[in-house]
């Protein structure tokens, strides 16, 4: 009986070393390639070695995702301190950290960036959720509510619209939007708190189809008074590197949300230029729906939730397990862990926008 007993301690030790060695190899990669000991993701494409409040944001997230709670722990703890003056209850994280000067590593903007701010919200709370920590539960909902407080405006016209930032982004009567900035699932789960989220999960829903007139979102765009979007301005529209995590988001919506079927459809022109090119491009004028470009590897992997036909899936899949971003590749890097992660089944979203982990999957490629 003793050495029954050895013997199956043993053997769920090894087990536990395991799975803890194998939960998500391609976090445990992005780590080792971005991420510092103290929690800071590091942009190395820039010669400052830039942090930005996005990179913690789905840091924090993969970091959920993966049942990483020391990491996760490390990741909020330096955002909080560098870029919230110590306190994400009372302050919005400054969007850009970097070095100054040869002697001076600080805050290099102290703007807020919307995007960032949500992700860490929602991830606070559902880490408060999933791991039963209230502490973080009260600090989500403090930074939702300064979210409401300096980033949410009255648009006349829409009604209540996330601007991009608190600062630069609002005029007397025109706005500036990033269609990318709000998850719709995220827009979702919030509505459990009431106003103004519940108008904002539809106005923002107004953002994505209204302004993709023949199937691509643009990176950025203006709405005026009386006059609305402003879809052909002097500067062309581009579909690019903000636009790409639009198709994404929306392909990681739950099957049952009845916004995504309405999405993926006026999403159509995109996902077959990928069907039929085999990679999403890198550009595409949203005014007239001209491609340009190839898409890195990441865009590829952003369209794996999206597309809804397997065969170019499978195709898509393969360019991405032959085609790693490698280490000086952050934003490619992550669209490649939000796809390929979720392509893996490794986490869902529910129909509220909670997150859904598959904690139990281990050492899987």
């Known amino acids: 009986m003793n050495r029954l007993r050895a013997l199956l301690l043993m053997t769920l030790m090894l087990a536990a070393n395991s799975f803890a060695a194998c939960t998500w190899p391609a976090w445990s990669q992005f780590k080792k390639d971005y991420v510092s000991t103290g929690g800071r993701v590091i942009d190395p494409g820039d010669a400052r070695s830039i942090t930005t409040s996005e990179g913690q944001s789905y840091a924090l997230f993969f970091a959920l995702a993966a049942n990483d709670r020391a990491g996760f722990a490390q990741i909020l703890n330096w955002t909080q301190n560098n870029l919230a003056e110590g306190d994400l209850s009372a302050h919005l994280p400054a969007w850009l950290w970097g070095k100054k000067n040869e002697d001076a590593w600080t805050v290099l903007d102290t703007n807020s960036a919307s995007d960032a701010d949500v992700w860490i919200a929602w991830s606070l709370l559902e880490a408060g959720r999933l791991w039963k920590e209230p502490g973080y539960t009260t600090t989500g909902r403090a930074l939702l509510k300064r979210i409401v407080a300096e980033e949410v405006v009255n648009v006349p016209g829409l009604g209540s619209m996330l601007l991009p930032g608190k600062v630069g ?52 765009v203006r709405y005026q008074k009386d006059k609305g979007w402003q879809l052909q301005p002097e500067k062309t529209l581009i579909s690019g590197y903000d636009a790409i995590r639009v198709y994404l988001w929306a ?44 898409g890195a590897t990441g865009f590829s992997a ?64």
């Open 169 to 220: 982004f609002a005029e007397e009567e025109t706005w500036r939007f990033n269609p990318s900035y709000l998850p719709p699932q995220l827009a979702h789960y919030f509505t459990r708190f009431g106003a103004p989220w519940s108008t904002l999960r539809e106005t923002n829903f107004r953002l994505l189809m209204e302004t993709a007139p023949k199937g691509f979102s643009p990176d950025w």
């Open 251 to 294: 392909g990681m919506m739950h099957d049952s949300d009845p916004q995504k079927a309405r999405l993926l459809t006026r999403f159509k022109p995109m996902a077959a230029i990928a069907t039929k090119n085999g990679v999403p491009p890198e550009n595409v004028d949203v005014a007239t729906g001209k491609a340009d470009g190839t």
């Open 302 to 365: 952003a369209m794996l939730p999206f597309l809804q036909n397997r065969d170019a899936q499978a195709v898509l899949r393969q360019r991405v397990a032959d085609n790693p971003p490698g280490s000086n590749a952050y934003y490619s890097s992550m669209l490649t862990l939000f796809g390929q992660g979720w392509d893996q089944h490794r986490f869902r979203f529910t129909s509220r926008g909670e997150l859904q982990p598959d904690w139990g999957q281990a050492c899987a490629s």
